[in-house]
C-alpha cells in the first residue's frame, strides 16, 4: 500500500513538472466572459468572426490606456447591453437568477435537518 | 417515392396499433390474471411498423429521393454514404422518428423482459407508455411528417450542415436518444406501480435494471457529444454550458440522484415518495429539452429546427403528462410507512440524502440558469446572458464537501453506523492537501480555492483507489463510478490551470517563437474532396525539449450547402493533446492560428468512460 502511494505521488509530480505554466493573460479572460453578438451561442474569445476580431482588437486597445476589467465589462455593457455580458450582474432584474439556486439548497438542508433530530 | 408511401402508412397503421391496444388493454386488466398474447403481440407490430418506417426513411436518404422534402432539406446527391445514412437522424422529423423507435423499442423489451411482477402492473405500464407513443405518433404525422411530398421534384438536395458531417455525431443522437427515452419507460412504471401501491423493496430491485440502461446511455450520449464539440466546433473547449448541452445534463442529473434514490428504497421502503417525484422529473425534463431545442427559442449552436406549432404542441403535451403525473401522485400515493422512520446523523441513508441535496442543487442551478433568460425576456423583454461564470461561481464552491461526501458516504453502513479507519481518512485528506499545494504553489492564480479543490478531489481518488485493494470491500460498481468521478474533476481541473495557448497571425513560411515553443508555418495544400474542398495547412512545432510535430489543420469549403469550417488536427497522447486551429482572416493574406497545449485531455474522456463502467458493472451483477 504505502508503496503504490509512493510511487503515485512521484509519478504524478514529474509528469506535472513538464507542463507549462499558463501566462496569464488578460484578453482571453475577458473575451470568455463577452458573448459573440452575431454568433450562435459562443463567446468572443471562442470565435473568429469578424464581430469577435474587432471586439479583441478593441479591449486590447483599452488594456493598453490602463482601463480595468470591470471598466471594459461596463464599456461593452454601455454599449451593446447587458446581452454581452455572459456573468449577470447581481441586480433587481437577476436576484431570482442568483438567489433561488441557493434558497433552494437552504430549503433542501432545512428538510434534511428536520428529517434527522425526528426522534 | 415508393419509400415514402411506405414509410407513412406504416405510421398509421403504428398509431391505429396503439389506439387498439388501449382496447386490448382494457379487456386484459380487468378478465385475466395472465398477459393477453394479443397484447405482446400488437406491441410487436408496432415495434415492427416503426422499423419499417425508419428503415423507407433511410432509404430515401439513401437513394437520395428528393421527392421526399426531409431528404430534399438535409441532403445531397454527392454527400457520402455514411453521412446520407446519418442524415436520417441529423434534423427535425428523422430524430422524432427516432424517438418513436425508441420508445416502442423500450415498451417492448419491457413486456419480454419483465419477469416476477403482476401482470396488471405491466398492462397498466403498457397503457402509459402508449399515451406517450401515440402522443408522438401524433405530434409525427400532424406537425412534422418526415415524408412529405414535393412537387415538382427537385433534382438536387439542399445538403446536410457541414457540422453534423462527423462520425462522433453520426452516432451521438441515437445513442443520447436511448438514454432520454429510456426514462420513459421508468415513468411509465413508476405511475403504474403507484396507481397499484405496489412500489417496494421488490419494486426498486426490479426498476433499478431500467435506471441503470437509461443512465448508461445517457451518460454515454452526453460524451460523445462533448468530444465532438471538442475536435469539431474547432475552438478547444468540451462544455460549454450551452442550454443544449444544459438540457442533457439535467435528465443526467435527476436520473443520478434517481440511482442512488433507488439504493436506499431497494432496502429500506422508505423515500417512496421522493423516488416518484424523481421519476417523474427526470421523463419531464427530458420532454422539455426536446420542447426547448424543437421550439426554437433557445440561442445555441445545436438549434436546428424552429417552428412555433410544434414546440406549443410538445408543450400542451408536455403539460397534460405532468398533469396526468400529479393526479396519479395525489390520488393513488399514500406514505404507508407511517411508522416514522429513524434517519441518523453516521448512516448510509443519511449519506445518500445529502446526495440528494447536493445534486437537487445543481440540477437547479442548471434549470435555473438555462430558463431564467427566456423567463426574464417574456415578461420584462431584457435580454441577458448565463454563461460559464455564472455555473462556475454557483457550483465549484459546493463541489468542495460534495467530493468529500462521495469519499466518506459509500463507507458508512445502513441505520447506525461509526467510522472506521479513522486514522486512514485523516492521513489521506493531509496527504491530498499536501500534495495539492505542492502541484500549485508555482501558479499563482486563485491558489486557495484551487487547492481546495483539488485536494478534495485528491482525497477521493486515494480513498476510491484504496478500496479496490481492500478485500472486503464489496460494492466494486459504486466505487468504480466514484473512482472515475474523481479522475474526471481532477482531469478538467488539471486541464484548465495547465493549459497553455498561443494565438497569432502567419503567412506561409514565417516562423512563431517564443520561451517555450516554436512554430513553423511550412506550407499550403490543396484537396478536393466529393463533398468539400480543402486548404490544408502544414505546420511543424517543436518545444523546449525539442520534440517536433507536424500539423495539418484545414479549411474546409463545403458544397452544399456552401458553408466554411475549420478543421482542427489534434495531436493526442496520454499526458497532453496538442490541438491547433487556423482560419482565414478576410482580406489579409494571413492565417489565424491557435495553438493549445491542453494536458489530461485524454482523462477527461477516459473518467466519463469508467464511470458509465461503473453503471455497466452494476447492470450485470447479480442480486446476492
Known amino acids: 500500500m504505502k508503496i503504490l502511494r509512493f510511487v503515485l505521488v512521484i ?33 468572443v474569445y471562442d470565435s473568429d468572426s469578424e464581430f469577435a476580431n474587432s471586439i479583441k ?62 426522534k | 417515392m415508393i419509400y415514402s408511401v411506405f414509410g407513412y402508412y406504416s405510421l398509421i397503421i403504428g398509431l391505429i396499433i396503439g389506439l387498439s391496444l388501449f382496447y386490448f388493454s382494457y379487456k386484459n386488466f380487468n378478465n385475466s390474471s395472465i398477459l393477453d398474447t394479443k397484447i405482446l403481440s400488437f406491441t410487436f407490430l408496432q415495434f415492427f411498423f416503426v422499423v419499417i418506417s425508419f428503415l423507407c426513411l433511410i432509404f430515401s436518404f439513401v437513394v437520395s429521393d428528393f421527392s421526399n422534402e426531409t431528404v430534399f432539406n438535409n441532403s445531397h446527391t454527392t454527400k457520402p454514404l455514411f ?36 401482470v396488471k402492473y405491466k398492462i397498466l405500464t403498457l397503457v402509459f407508455q402508449q399515451i406517450i407513443i401515440v402522443g408522438f405518433f401524433l405530434f409525427l404525422i400532424l406537425t412534422s411528417n418526415p415524408f ?18 462527423d462520425p462522433a455525431l453520426a452516432i451521438h443522437p441515437p445513442i443520447l436518444y436511448l438514454g432520454y427515452v429510456g426514462s420513459s419507460i421508468i415513468f411509465s412504471s413508476v405511475l403504474a406501480a403507484t396507481s397499484l401501491k405496489i412500489i417496494s423493496t421488490n419494486w426498486a430491485v426490479h426498476i433499478k435494471k431500467w435506471i441503470l440502461i437509461s443512465w448508461i446511455f445517457l451518460t454515454l450520449g452526453i460524451l460523445l457529444g462533448s468530444i465532438w464539440a471538442y475536435y469539431e466546433l474547432g475552438w478547444g473547449g468540451f462544455w460549454f454550458w450551452d442550454p443544449v448541452e444544459n438540457v442533457s445534463l439535467m435528465p443526467w442529473l435527476a436520473l443520478t440522484t434517481l440511482l442512488h434514490c433507488i439504493l436506499v428504497l431497494e432496502k429500506k421502503s422508505i423515500l417512496t ?51 396526468l403525473s400529479i393526479l396519479i401522485f395525489f390520488f393513488f400515493h399514500k406514505d404507508n410507512y407511517r411508522k416514522s422512520y429513524n434517519f441518523f446523523w453516521l448512516s448510509k441513508e443519511t449519506s445518500i440524502l445529502i446526495n440528494n441535496w447536493f445534486m437537487m442543487y445543481f440540477l437547479s442551478v442548471v434549470l435555473i440558469g438555462t430558463v431564467y433568460p427566456i423567463f426574464l425576456d417574456v415578461i420584462s423583454s431584457q435580454k441577458i446572458s448565463v454563461g460559464p461564470p455564472f455555473y462556475h461561481k454557483l457550483m465549484i464552491p459546493f463541489l468542495i464537501p460534495f467530493l468529500i461526501m462521495m469519499a466518506i458516504g459509500p463507507k458508512l453502513k445502513w441505520i447506525k453506523s461509526q467510522l472506521e479507519d479513522k486514522i486512514y481518512l485523516i492521513s489521506f485528506l493531509i496527504i491530498s492537501i499536501l500534495l495539492a499545494y505542492l502541484i500549485l504553489k508555482n501558479f499563482n492564480q486563485n491558489i486557495l480555492i484551487n487547492t481546495i479543490l483539488i485536494s478534495s478531489a485528491l482525497y477521493l481518488f486515494f480513498i476510491t483507489l484504496r478500496d479496490f485493494f481492500v478485500k472486503k470491500y464489496k460494492n466494486i460498481s459504486q466505487n468504480i463510478a466514484h473512482f472515475g468521478f474523481s479522475l474526471l474533476i481532477l482531469s478538467i481541473l488539471f486541464n484548465n490551470i495547465f493549459a497553455s495557448e498561443i494565438i497569432t497571425n502567419l503567412k506561409v513560411g514565417e516562423t512563431f517563437e517564443n520561451s517555450k515553443t516554436k512554430i513553423v508555418f511550412e506550407s499550403v495544400d490543396q484537396k478536393k474532396e466529393k463533398n468539400y474542398n480543402a486548404i490544408i495547412a502544414n505546420f511543424s512545432i517543436s518545444n523546449l525539449n525539442g520534440e517536433e510535430d507536424i500539423f495539418s489543420p484545414e479549411l474546409r469549403i463545403y458544397n452544399q450547402p456552401v458553408i466554411a469550417t475549420s478543421e482542427a488536427d489534434i495531436k493526442t497522447t496520454l499526458m497532453s493533446d496538442k490541438f491547433i486551429v487556423i482560419n482565414l482572416v478576410q482580406n489579409q493574406d494571413f492565417f489565424n492560428v491557435r495553438y493549445q497545449v491542453k494536458p489530461f485531455m485524454l482523462w477527461i474522456w477516459l473518467s466519463v468512460i469508467l464511470i458509465s463502467f461503473g453503471g455497466i458493472v452494476s447492470f450485470l451483477q447479480k442480486r446476492s
Open chain 1, 57 to 118: 482588437i478593441i479591449i486590447d486597445k483599452k488594456l493598453d490606456d490602463g482601463l480595468s476589467e470591470d471598466e471594459i465589462y461596463e464599456y461593452f455593457k454601455k454599449k451593446y447591453g447587458e446581452w454581452i455580458l455572459y456573468d449577470p450582474a447581481l441586480n433587481k432584474n437577476t436576484y431570482i437568477l442568483w438567489l433561488l439556486p441557493l434558497l433552494i439548497f437552504l430549503f433542501g438542508g432545512a428538510i434534511i435537518f428536520k428529517k434527522l433530530i425526528k
Open chain 2, 148 to 165: 412529405n411530398y414535393i412537387f415538382p421534384i427537385p433534382t438536387e438536395g439542399l445538403g446536410l450542415n457541414p457540422i453534423l458531417q
Open chain 2, 83 to 118: 453521412y446520407k445514412i446519418s442524415g436520417t437522424w441529423g434534423n427535425h422529423e428523422g430524430s422524432l422518428l427516432l424517438w418513436l423507435l425508441v420508445l416502442t423499442l423500450f415498451v417492448l423489451l419491457f413486456l419480454v423482459r419483465t419477469k416476477n411482477q403482476p
Open chain 2, 273 to 323: 415518495s421522493w423516488v416518484i417525484i424523481l421519476s417523474i422529473a427526470t421523463f419531464t425534463l427530458s420532454m422539455c429539452g426536446t420542447f426547448l431545442v424543437r421550439s426554437g427559442i433557445l440561442n445555441s449552436v445545436h438549434t436546428f429546427a424552429n417552428d412555433p406549432e410544434r414546440g406549443l404542441f410538445i408543450l400542451i403535451f408536455l403539460f397534460i403528462l405532468i398533469f
Open chain 1, 11 to 43: 509519478f504524478l509530480l514529474f509528469s506535472l513538472g513538464n507542463l507549462n505554466a499558463k501566462e496569464s493573460n488578460k484578453l482571453n479572460e475577458i473575451t470568455k466572459n463577452l458573448r459573440c453578438l452575431i454568433c450562435q451561442g459562443q463567446s
